[in-house]
């Protein structure tokens, strides 16, 4: 270590400078208008550099990616484009399309997917869905489309020559197809430590690459020739497989080896993986936070910085380099999958040396498959061998008690003690290796080592105690799914979803791994509906989770109209886990969580199974909740019978229009709501009129549809509850007190009102009337409401405050005709005057009277009209700032309401005047179409509400 100055230069330079460009964000981001914009139709140029078909669509990466608008040209980077597969792009080509941007997604769920970030690493931030493929130009990269189409051609040859999963996976490690292997293969690989066989790595590198060079250099042919020919068949393997991040690492190392072959130098092994990880970092620094960066370049350093110190151990070769590889990855490993696999250090012992004979017979096969279908055949029966056996040994070792130990992801704080204990490990041990011959070993440090070692790899894997309650509403989609902690024990009461047959597997394993849950001492399943209980089934048949038993709803299953209860019974009792039924007045009490059954009646007789919904109160110290299941509105009324008042509620049935009713709402009389519902589901959960039910009484709500899964953290005092989602609303309240923290205001309890007019004048439509119908029932997630006034000084705001203070409404719009104008008109001020031209609907024609005697002369608009102005703009919809709003109503009206509003400063409110529709007929007067006028009050709407959440 002491005579490696250019590794320490590039470990304290680059690795802060990289730090420092994430930190800051110092790189090429697209603009934030493109954001604003993200489901307008738009056209874009770009450079297609990469393509994946698949069966209907084809996935395409983009770059140098130009977006085209009437105010100008903006630059967006590299995108990730998707296409329905009719025409293919040649890769290479500069294209036009037309297509709709989105923002990739965040995980909603703790250790989900992150699109987000699995694009970011890679320098995307937007999706594209291509609506039209407008022109191609320039040539295409032929190497590439050579590579692909040969890419396909072997992908083809593996599929008819190997059995279907071992085709999968032949396809992943040879090819680097990611998405041709089974979910549950890759899941069993990574659950047991030998996923990494599935990346192209430094071991395809190091046999075709070095493999290569040797046999150039025994023609011979000199070190610079052999090592130019080896670096251009290794790119363009790279090409065949794609440029993994690992692929990248090793290819660069082996460059640089091959380098110093060339001046005749010996490569480092850090140094050389220093300046690969350098070179990647400068450029693309968030490749950092890649997993596979963090995985391959950890195994490097593992066996380059840690294997070293096990030379005083007596144990073989290959046990000390897979041990150092397995410390090296841990922490990488436990934040990643929060399991680890105990057995996982021998199962790679029989694993690794197999590996070169797999690819060598893989490679082999595929290359006689061009000559010799039979043969290679008859060559690949090896590989399907070896293939078959690894899985044979994972799920060998599946069977085994402790085979999976689920930690939880560690803490950041526990990463940083471990890697503390893994240097200070390492050095006792290289110290107890420094020792003159002859000597014995200095067994007091070489001990010394191995218990620190020891300590920090049991602090790091050793599961955290929940302290006091977590309560998490996972976003399972259209169903539900709660998993409940508090003081080390864990409670599911249901989980299931509709509308994601595999829930199990995607949402309620890495909730429960990331959180370190392996045991569960009672899972509830309010009923039998699938949307309850398809993915806690799933996860009852796996090894790793234990359940100590599943509770029932007590209800007559002797019906015909039961047949869903017996089957899961059935289903319980083939799984060999024990369940029972619980009715009205049962509980059980594990320290001071208390679950007391409040339905149904020992033995009730049900129409169906949401009204057999077994209910729950939950008591925690001062904190409370009620879980109902899919409960109707016909049976929460037998709730009642039970104390009620509680801290917060599940919607019942996901928030139907016909459960949690008024006499439910007023019984519970909760502070927040938690609605478990799935994302423009068929269903319109949750209904309007409910959602009215909850903003009439002051109740919070928080959907996971909007904020991913739901969590609320309490002691029993102070409750926290907030999304997954960034951005989600924010509530903190004490549970004695009951104050909402000014959240609410700001995030939780928004309210959109937009107000129109009458029709006036002989007229028989107002256009605003026809706006304010169209109108959606949510914006940016805000509910709407819509108010039609009378064309009535005076009258017309008197009505509209009422509504405003009825609705509590946060934002108003107010929306007025000005006929005559061939713009969209957001009104700048309002002036102290009324001077009619024509009397009102009621008669009245006041002439140059003030409207407020005391008032200022004017008052200015709340809204940010700049910003509405612009946004019409670019529908390519006419529209500028009105510095008068006239002299009539509707300067009567927004006068009057932005006076009310200096006595609500936290209400954002203004007016905006639209001009005849073509529907009205007027002859010589500029018009705009409705729809265009209905397009251009959305987008203004969308814009006011997002400019009110980010202040």
Same mark, same amino acid.
């Given at each position: 270590?002491?005579?490696?100055?250019?590794?320490?230069?590039?470990?304290?330079?680059?690795?802060?400078?990289?730090?420092?460009?994430?930190?800051?964000?110092?790189?090429?981001?697209?603009?934030?208008?493109?954001?604003?914009?993200?489901?307008?139709?738009?056209?874009?140029?770009?450079?297609?550099?990469?393509?994946?078909?698949?069966?209907?669509?084809?996935?395409?990466?983009?770059?140098?990616?130009?977006?085209?608008?009437?105010?100008?040209?903006?630059?967006?980077?590299?995108?990730?484009?998707?296409?329905?597969?009719?025409?293919?792009?040649?890769?290479?080509?500069?294209?036009?399309?037309?297509?709709?941007?989105?923002?990739?997604?965040?995980?909603?769920?703790?250790?989900?997917?992150?699109?987000?970030?699995?694009?970011?690493?890679?320098?995307?931030?937007?999706?594209?869905?291509?609506?039209?493929?407008?022109?191609?130009?320039?040539?295409?990269?032929?190497?590439?489309?050579?590579?692909?189409?040969?890419?396909?051609?072997?992908?083809?040859?593996?599929?008819?020559?190997?059995?279907?999963?071992?085709?999968?996976?032949?396809?992943?490690?040879?090819?680097?197809?990611?998405?041709?292997?089974?979910?549950?293969?890759?899941?069993?690989?990574?659950?047991?430590?030998?996923?990494?066989?599935?990346?192209?790595?430094?071991?395809?590198?190091?046999?075709?690459?070095?493999?290569?060079?040797?046999?150039?250099?025994?023609?011979?042919?000199?070190?610079?020739?052999?090592?130019?020919?080896? %670096? =251009?068949?290794?790119?363009?393997?790279? /090409?065949?497989? &794609? +440029?993994?991040? *690992? !692929? #990248?690492?090793? $290819?660069? @190392?082996?460059?640089?080896?091959?380098?110093?072959?060339?001046?005749?130098?010996?490569?480092?092994?850090?140094?050389?993986?220093?300046?690969?990880?350098?070179?990647? %970092? =400068?450029?693309?620094?968030?490749?950092? /936070?890649?997993? &596979? +960066?963090?995985? *391959? !370049? #950890?195994?490097? $350093?593992? @066996?380059?910085?840690?294997?070293?110190?096990?030379?005083?151990?007596?144990?073989?070769?290959?046990?000390?380099?897979?041990?150092?590889?397995?410390?090296?990855?841990?922490?990488?490993?436990?934040?990643?999958?929060?399991?680890?696999?105990?057995?996982?250090?021998?199962?790679?012992?029989?694993?690794?040396?197999?590996?070169?004979?797999?690819?060598?017979?893989?490679?082999?096969?595929?290359?006689?498959?061009?000559?010799?279908?039979?043969?290679?055949?008859?060559?690949?029966?090896?590989?399907?061998?070896?293939?078959?056996?690894?899985?044979?040994?994972?799920?060998?070792?599946?069977?085994?008690?402790?085979?999976?130990?689920?930690?939880?992801?560690?803490?950041?704080?526990?990463?940083?003690?471990?890697?503390?204990?893994?240097?200070?490990?390492?050095?006792?041990?290289?110290?107890?290796?420094?020792?003159?011959?002859?000597?014995?070993?200095?067994?007091?440090?070489?001990?010394?080592?191995?218990?620190?070692?020891?300590?920090?790899?049991?602090?790091?894997?050793?599961?955290?105690?929940?302290?006091?309650?977590?309560?998490?509403?996972?976003?399972?989609?259209?169903?539900?799914?709660?998993?409940?902690?508090?003081?080390?024990?864990?409670?599911?009461?249901?989980?299931?979803?509709?509308?994601?047959?595999?829930?199990?597997?995607?949402?309620?394993?890495?909730?429960?791994?990331?959180?370190?849950?392996?045991?569960?001492?009672?899972?509830?399943?309010?009923?039998?509906?699938?949307?309850?209980?398809?993915?806690?089934?799933?996860?009852?048949?796996?090894?790793?989770?234990?359940?100590?038993?599943?509770?029932?709803?007590?209800?007559?299953?002797?019906?015909?109209?039961?047949?869903?209860?017996?089957?899961?019974?059935?289903?319980?009792?083939?799984?060999?886990?024990?369940?029972?039924?619980?009715?009205?007045?049962?509980?059980?009490?594990?320290?001071?969580?208390?679950?007391?059954?409040?339905?149904?009646?020992?033995?009730?007789?049900?129409?169906?199974?949401?009204?057999?919904?077994?209910?729950?109160?939950?008591?925690?110290?001062?904190?409370?909740?009620?879980?109902?299941?899919?409960?109707?509105?016909?049976?929460?009324?037998?709730?009642?019978?039970?104390?009620?008042?509680?801290?917060?509620?599940?919607?019942?049935?996901?928030?139907?229009?016909?459960?949690?009713?008024?006499?439910?709402?007023?019984?519970?009389?909760?502070?927040?709501?938690?609605?478990?519902?799935?994302?423009?589901?068929?269903?319109?959960?949750?209904?309007?009129?409910?959602?009215?039910?909850?903003?009439?009484?002051?109740?919070?709500?928080?959907?996971?549809?909007?904020?991913?899964?739901?969590?609320?953290?309490?002691?029993?005092?102070?409750?926290?509850?907030?999304?997954?989602?960034?951005?989600?609303?924010?509530?903190?309240?004490?549970?004695?007190?009951?104050?909402?923290?000014?959240?609410?205001?700001?995030?939780?309890?928004?309210?959109?009102?937009?107000?129109?007019?009458?029709?006036?004048?002989?007229?028989?439509?107002?256009?605003?009337?026809?706006?304010?119908?169209?109108?959606?029932?949510?914006?940016?997630?805000?509910?709407?409401?819509?108010?039609?006034?009378?064309?009535?000084?005076?009258?017309?705001?008197?009505?509209?405050?009422?509504?405003?203070?009825?609705?509590?409404?946060?934002?108003?719009?107010?929306?007025?005709?000005?006929?005559?104008?061939?713009?969209?008109?957001?009104?700048?001020?309002?002036?102290?005057?009324?001077?009619?031209?024509?009397?009102?609907?009621?008669?009245?024609?006041?002439?140059?009277?003030?409207?407020?005697?005391?008032?200022?002369?004017?008052?200015?608009?709340?809204?940010?009209?700049?910003?509405?102005?612009?946004?019409?703009?670019?529908?390519?919809?006419?529209?500028?700032?009105?510095?008068?709003?006239?002299?009539?109503?509707?300067?009567?009206?927004?006068?009057?309401?932005?006076?009310?509003?200096?006595?609500?400063?936290?209400?954002?409110?203004?007016?905006?005047?639209?001009?005849?529709?073509?529907?009205?007929?007027?002859?010589?007067?500029?018009?705009?179409?409705?729809?265009?006028?209905?397009?251009?009050?959305?987008?203004?709407?969308?814009?006011?509400?997002?400019?009110?959440?980010?202040?």
């Amino acid at each position: 270590m002491r005579n490696r100055p250019l590794f320490y230069m590039l470990l304290f330079l680059i690795l802060p400078i990289t730090i420092v460009r994430i930190s800051l964000g110092n790189r090429a981001r697209p603009a934030d208008s493109l954001a604003a914009r993200a489901s307008s139709d738009l056209y874009v140029t770009g450079i297609v550099t990469g393509r994946v078909d698949g069966a209907y669509r084809t996935q395409y990466t983009l770059d140098r990616v130009i977006v085209h608008t009437e105010n100008g040209e903006i630059p967006a980077g590299k995108v990730a484009g998707s296409a329905l597969r009719l025409t293919t792009i040649p890769i290479g080509s500069e294209v036009v399309l037309r297509g709709r941007f989105s923002l990739p997604e965040h995980a909603r769920n703790p250790g989900a997917f992150d699109e987000h970030a699995y694009d970011r690493c890679r320098g995307i931030f937007y999706k594209l869905e291509i609506e039209e493929i407008c022109e191609v130009r320039g040539r295409p990269d032929r190497l590439k489309e050579a590579m692909l189409s040969l890419r396909e051609s072997c992908g083809r040859k593996l599929e008819r020559l190997l059995p279907e999963m071992e085709a999968g996976i032949a396809k992943t490690m040879l090819l680097g197809e990611k998405g041709a292997i089974d979910s549950e293969v890759r899941q069993l690989y990574a659950d047991h430590g030998i996923a990494h066989v599935l990346a192209i790595s430094g071991l395809h590198i190091n046999l075709l690459g070095l493999g290569f060079y040797e046999l150039l250099r025994k023609i011979p042919v000199s070190h610079g020739c052999a090592g130019v020919l080896t %670096l =251009l068949l290794v790119a363009l393997f790279g /090409l065949f497989s &794609g +440029f993994s991040v *690992s !692929f #990248g690492r090793a $290819f660069l @190392m082996m460059g640089i080896f091959l380098f110093g072959q060339m001046n005749g130098r010996s490569a480092d092994t850090l140094t050389s993986a220093a300046m690969a990880a350098g070179i990647l %970092l =400068l450029n693309e620094p968030y490749a950092l /936070l890649d997993v &596979g +960066f963090q995985l *391959s !370049f #950890g195994a490097t $350093f593992g @066996m380059a910085m840690i294997r070293p110190a096990f030379e005083t151990l007596r144990i073989p070769e290959a046990l000390k380099m897979s041990l150092a590889v397995e410390l090296a990855l841990l922490p990488i490993l436990l934040r990643q999958y929060a399991v680890i696999a105990p057995a996982g250090i021998l199962l790679n012992l029989a694993v690794i040396p197999l590996m070169s004979v797999l690819l060598l017979v893989l490679a082999a096969g595929l290359f006689l498959s061009f000559l010799s279908m039979g043969a290679a055949g008859f060559l690949l029966g090896t590989a399907t061998g070896i293939l078959k056996l690894y899985t044979f040994l994972c799920k060998l070792i599946d069977v085994l008690p402790g085979s999976l130990l689920v930690t939880g992801a560690p803490a950041m704080w526990k990463i940083i003690l471990y890697l503390w204990c893994l240097i200070g490990g390492c050095f006792l041990l290289k110290k107890a290796k420094e020792q003159k011959k002859g000597q014995q070993c200095k067994t007091r440090e070489a001990m010394a080592g191995l218990v620190l070692l020891m300590v920090g790899c049991v602090l790091l894997c050793l599961p955290g105690k929940q302290k006091g309650l977590k309560i998490t509403a996972m976003d399972v989609s259209q169903g539900d799914g709660f998993l409940i902690q508090a003081d080390g024990v864990n409670v599911l009461i249901d989980g299931g979803s509709s509308t994601n047959e595999d829930v199990g597997a995607d949402v309620m394993r890495p909730v429960l791994r990331t959180f370190g849950v392996s045991h569960i001492s009672c899972a509830v399943i309010s009923h039998w509906d699938a949307d309850h209980c398809n993915g806690l089934l799933a996860l009852l048949d796996e090894n790793w989770l234990r359940v100590d038993e599943v509770i029932l709803p007590a209800v007559n299953d002797s019906s015909g109209k039961m047949k869903g209860l017996r089957k899961l019974k059935d289903e319980l009792t083939a799984l060999g886990v024990p369940y029972r039924t619980m009715s009205a007045g049962e509980s059980f009490v594990f320290g001071d969580l208390y679950l007391h059954c409040i339905y149904p009646q020992e033995g009730a007789t049900v129409d169906n199974a949401n009204d057999a919904s077994l209910s729950l109160r939950l008591d925690y110290r001062g904190f409370s909740m009620i879980f109902a299941g899919d409960l109707g509105g016909a049976k929460e009324g037998e709730l009642t019978k039970y104390p009620g008042d509680v801290t917060m509620i599940k919607a019942t049935h996901h928030g139907s229009e016909y459960s949690n009713t008024p006499v439910f709402l007023d019984w519970a009389d909760p502070k927040l709501c938690v609605i478990s519902c799935g994302r423009e589901n068929p269903y319109g959960h949750p209904h309007e009129a409910f959602l009215k039910r909850l903003s009439d009484r002051n109740i919070l709500q928080m959907q996971t549809a909007k904020a991913g899964a739901v969590i609320c953290e309490t002691d029993g005092d102070e409750v926290t509850v907030y999304g997954w989602l960034p951005k989600s609303p924010h509530f903190s309240f004490s549970v004695n007190l009951c104050m909402m923290s000014a959240e609410r205001w700001k995030m939780g309890m928004e309210k959109l009102l937009v107000s129109a007019f009458e029709p006036f004048g002989g007229d028989e439509i107002n256009p605003t009337m026809e706006i304010v119908k169209a109108l959606p029932e949510e914006i940016e997630g805000v509910p709407v409401r819509t108010l039609v006034l009378p064309v009535v000084f005076e009258k017309a705001a008197e009505a509209l405050i009422e509504e405003i203070e009825r609705e509590q409404a946060t934002i108003v719009v107010s929306l007025g005709l000005a006929g005559g104008r061939d713009a969209i008109t957001p009104e700048r001020v309002g002036v102290n005057v009324m001077d009619a031209r024509i009397p009102d609907a009621s008669g009245f024609q006041p002439v140059d009277e003030p409207i407020c005697k005391e008032g200022p002369a004017a008052y200015f608009s709340a809204l940010p009209i700049r910003k509405m102005m612009e946004c019409v703009r670019e529908l390519n919809i006419p529209a500028r700032i009105s510095n008068t709003a006239g002299t009539y109503v509707c300067n009567d009206l927004m006068y009057r309401l932005l006076a009310y509003r200096e006595k609500h400063p936290e209400l954002v409110c203004g007016f905006v005047h639209v001009p005849y529709c073509m529907e009205m007929k007027k002859d010589g007067a500029p018009v705009l179409a409705l729809s265009e006028e209905i397009r251009a009050v959305t987008r203004m709407c969308e814009v006011i509400v997002k400019e009110k959440q980010q202040r």
